[in-house]
């Protein structure tokens, strides 16, 4: 079946780097676009980073420029989101999605948490 397994949130100090994964299985997963999307308590989920099926392309929320990276290995099946320079405002679960038309899949999340 269908699976996207987020991992590698956790707390982190102000200033700090996390690198979040998302294992796909169960489709082929390089004819799909990935997302990162989160959701912070009280607001909506945004998005904060794009990538394109062969990584070429990336598109990343205004806030975020210059701070994340999203990659991807299609061998791997894996999407990666590398955060440098963690903010507070940074705190939210973090989702991976797969996008193909009509077809897009979520992952269950993973809590990124950052604070002194």
């Known amino acids: 079946q269908v699976q996207l397994v987020e991992s590698g949130g956790g707390l982190v100090q102000p200033g700090g780097s996390l690198r979040l994964s998302c294992a796909a299985s169960?489709?082929?997963?390089?004819?799909?676009?990935m997302s990162w999307y989160r959701q912070a308590p009280g607001k909506e989920r945004e998005v904060v980073a794009t990538?394109?099926?062969?990584?070429?392309?990336?598109n990343y929320l205004d806030s975020v420029k210059g701070r994340f990276t999203i990659s991807r290995d299609n061998a791997k099946q894996t999407t990666y989101l590398q955060m440098n320079s963690l903010e507070p405002e940074d705190t939210a679960v973090y989702y991976c999605k797969a996008v193909r038309n009509w077809e897009n899949y979520w992952g269950q999340g993973t809590q990124v948490t950052v604070s002194s």
């Open positions: 990538i394109n099926v062969y990584g070429s392309i990336t």
């Open positions: 169960g489709f082929t997963f390089s004819n799909f676009a």
